[in-house]
């Protein structure tokens, strides 16, 4: 894969480090997840005055860690992925102060630990990392997910069949249906980006989940 940009040396010698470690057995982590935040990430950066270098070496080395959604140290993800991190970019040549930044921000980014970002940096991978969660290719990372925990022993169903989108009496709960998923985070995400490109994306995502919702809920009620 040649996803990387050409503008900064190092992450060429990264990514190759970061690939052979990587899940390759969940589609919602993979190897294109990645490429996806890196591109939002160096995309961002400039918006956020953050270094592209940094911003794109911390997207790179932001899943090292896929501890699956339903595990109890999934709030731990981002701490595990950053120790992971910090050899593999010394190797592809990044200084130890700059290491201790990429780190921190990794640390920090992910929905479960719910840290707001401390610096640029941080609003950067947090955003590039959040528009991957939304849209279409969040609604197709939700079902991907579901299955992978459907498939690990937790029984886990599509939707509730009564109330699809718990709009009656029930609360949602994702761990039981995972279209319900959309209303305990992902509907949430738009109203919680930091920078101003970051918003405008998010709202066109959030519309296409919305869509996808109504359509959903129209087909699995019909009688």
């Known amino acids: 894969m040649t996803f990387v940009s050409t503008d900064f040396p190092r992450h060429a010698g990264l990514w190759p480090l970061v690939e052979a470690v990587l899940d390759s057995t969940d589609l919602a982590h993979d190897a294109d997840h990645i490429a996806r935040v890196y591109r939002w990430a160096l995309r961002l950066a400039p918006e956020a005055g953050a270094d592209g270098d940094l911003a794109g070496a911390a997207a790179l080395v932001h899943d090292l ?58 609003k950067v991978l947090q955003d590039a990392d959040r528009l991957d969660a939304i849209g279409a290719i969040g609604i197709a990372r939700t079902f991907v997910c579901a299955q992978g925990i459907h498939g690990r022993g937790r029984r886990l169903r599509l939707h509730q069949l009564d109330d699809v989108l718990a709009q009656g009496e029930r609360q949602p709960d994702d761990r039981r249906f995972a279209l319900d998923h959309f209303q305990t985070k992902l509907l949430k995400l738009a109203d919680r980006m930091h920078l101003p490109s970051a918003r405008q994306e998010a709202q066109r995502r959030q519309q296409a989940m919305l869509d996808f919702l109504s359509a959903f809920e129209r087909e699995a009620s019909a009688r």
């Not at 190797?91 to 990794?106: F, M, S």
């Open 65 to 122: 860690v896929n501890v699956p959604k339903e595990h109890e140290q999934r709030a731990d993800a981002g701490h595990q992925s950053a120790q992971a991190a910090a050899p593999l970019l010394k190797q592809a040549g990044y200084r130890d102060d700059e290491v201790a930044q990429i780190a921190d921000v990794v640390a920090t980014s992910s929905w479960s630990c719910g840290q707001s970002p401390r610096s640029p940096l941080a």
